[in-house]
């Protein structure tokens, strides 16, 4: 894969990680916590696609769903 696409999906999973991580925060600050929880997680999950993509781990096109309901 040409190293500028992969580039690019990794930006794309940064700012979902950053943009939940902000969304988590506000839910924190206004109590709630379930919201907060739930947007952390989507956060983490985001970083952690773009750092399996970042030492070719997965496929961006495919980044963790094949394993979806296994």
Not at 3 to 29: P, S, W
Not at 40 to 48: D, I, N, P
């Amino acid at each position: 894969m040409d190293t500028a696409v992969k580039r690019a999906y990794i930006e794309v999973r940064l700012a979902k990680a950053r943009d939940d991580l902000l969304t988590a925060q506000d839910d924190l600050a206004h109590g709630h916590w379930r919201g907060a929880t739930n947007r952390a997680y989507y956060a983490v999950f985001h970083m952690a696609s773009a750092a399996l993509l970042w030492i070719d781990v997965v496929d961006p096109r495919r980044c963790c769903t094949d394993r979806f309901g296994r």
